[in-house]
T-cell receptor, first 115, second 114 residues
Framework: AQSVSQHNHHVILSEAASLELGCNYS??????LFWYVQYPGQHLQLLLK??????LVKGIKGFEAEFIKSKFSFNLRKPSVQWSDTAEYFC?????????????FGTGTRLQVTL | EAQVTQNPRYLITVTGKKLTVTCSQN?????MSWYRQDPGLGLRQIYY???????DKGDVPEGYKVSRKEKRNFPLILESPSPNQTSLYFC?????????????FGEGSWLTVV
């Protein structure tokens, strides 16, 4: 069964600091990878996704993520965070099981950006 | 506008009183699913449906039922809610099942069972 680990549960950064949130997954087959963001009181929004091709994926709001197959990782990065990036971030994996489509989520990382 | 719509958004109910959370999507998606979100546990899948009249259990199906009589609707039924079902629930849909499909989420339903 697939699983996703997000090692940072709570991250506090000052504005303009660089961000990297770790995500590792366990699944031996083909996967699709996602990062979702949940702003306070809101629903999940897709930040970016990786299906195939260039392992460096650019998403909305200046976020990017790099898929490193050998490390089973899909870390999220942003060079300079803003106060408005305060949110919870979820990494998710959708394994190619051939039939079912099941997103397995990590437990989330709460990002707090201070002024 | 492409949407996944859930109702109610907020509900406080009592133990044992049956309730239904509706979910509707306007994108003609085949695949729909329900997740619950709990602190420290992330999102966990309750049930999913690959198409009309095709449903299956996710990771945490106990205490829940679903039905898929129409393509656009996928209601979540709590026959006899209990306090451990207090959670934030998300409905989701995608064009098809299988990897390679982006999943879209509704705005969430906050459910409190007292």
């Amino acid at each position: 069964a697939q699983s996703v680990s997000q090692h940072n549960h709570h991250v506090i950064l000052s504005e303009a600091a660089s961000l990297e949130l770790g995500c590792n997954y366990s699944y031996g087959g083909t996967v699709n990878l996602f990062w979702y963001v949940q702003y306070p009181g809101q629903h999940l929004q897709l930040l970016l996704k990786y299906f195939s091709g260039d392992p460096l994926v650019k998403g909305i709001k200046g976020f990017e993520a790099e898929f490193i197959k050998s490390k089973f990782s899909f870390n999220l990065r942003k060079p300079s965070v803003q106060w408005s990036d305060t949110a919870e971030y979820f990494c998710a994996v959708n394994a190619n099981t051939g039939t079912a489509s099941k997103l397995t989520f990590g437990t989330g990382t709460r990002l707090q950006v201070t002024l | 506008e492409a949407q996944v719509t859930q109702n109610p958004r907020y509900l406080i109910t009592v133990t044992g009183k049956k309730l239904t959370v509706t979910c509707s999507q306007n994108m003609n998606h085949e695949y729909m699913s329900w997740y619950r979100q709990d602190p420290g546990l992330g999102l966990r899948q309750i049930y999913y449906s690959m198409n009309v009249e095709v449903t299956d259990k996710g990771d945490v199906p106990e205490g829940y039922k679903v039905s898929r009589k129409e393509k656009r609707n996928f209601p979540l039924i709590l026959e006899s809610p209990s306090p451990n079902q207090t959670s934030l629930y998300f409905c989701a849909s995608s064009y098809r099942g299988g990897a390679g499909n982006t999943i879209y989420f509704g705005e969430g339903s906050w459910l409190t069972v007292v």
